[in-house]
């Protein structure tokens, strides 16, 4: 009688069942939180760029308006 399989399922094979279930729903949540999570991070990588390539441009326009230092020092005589 041991090849003779019951139209019901056992307690045992329909807590695995429910198990893996679980599992199964719970993996694709957590892969749902990693991919929001990564959208977010991506977002933030986006505008932080945005604001640091910004201030380089001001930072160059100030530069360029700043009349060029002359290359020629001040001598500094140092008493004897």
């Known amino acids: 009688m041991a090849g003779k399989k019951s139209a019901d399922p056992s307690p045992e094979s329909i807590a695995r069942a429910n198990r893996q279930r679980l599992a199964a729903e ?13 959208i977010a991070v991506r977002k933030n990588m986006e505008r932080l760029r ?5 201030r380089e441009a001001e930072e160059a326009r100030m530069e360029a308006l700043l009349p060029p230092e002359s ?10």
């Open 71 to 80: 290359k020629v020092g001040r001598k500094k005589g140092y008493p004897k």
């Open 50 to 54: 945005a604001l640091r390539q910004a």
């Open 26 to 38: 719970e993996g694709a949540r957590a892969m749902a939180d990693v991919e929001k999570k990564a």
